[in-house]
């Protein structure tokens, strides 16, 4: 598991712009969206994707999506602040504890 480039938009826009965490969790899946598609259509033309398997995944994560954005709108900023903040420690540790596993 890794901590990609959304992550760190959102703490940036959080932390250094002074943007509310629900307005920056939304600005970060905007991004994510143009590079969804383009990476769909260059695995669709290199046959890499199987169709059904992705039918199920992205229908599910539709119903996650939307679980979880009815979550995180009836959640007060501070509680989602910190929420999310223990997200990134929690994948910080697993991240930690990967490396030691490889080079001990």
């Known amino acids: 598991m890794e ?3 959304g992550t760190i938009l ?3 826009l959080t932390t250094l712009s002074a943007v509310d965490q629900h307005f920056a969790q939304g600005a970060n899946l905007i991004f994510f969206i ?3 598609i383009v990476s769909i259509i260059m695995n669709l033309k290199n046959k ?3 169709l059904r398997t992705s039918i199920v995944i992205m229908i599910s994560g539709v119903v996650g999506a939307i679980i979880g954005a009815t979550i995180s709108t009836n959640l ?3 509680y989602l602040k910190k929420y999310f903040g223990f997200f990134l ?3 910080a540790g697993f991240e930690i504890f990967e490396l030691l596993q490889k080079y001990w």
């Open 48 to 50: 890499n994707i199987n």
């Open 34 to 36: 143009p590079t969804c």
């Open 3 to 5: 901590c990609g480039g």
């Open 76 to 78: 007060e900023v501070n």
């Open 89 to 91: 420690l929690l994948i």
């Open 10 to 12: 959102i703490f940036l």
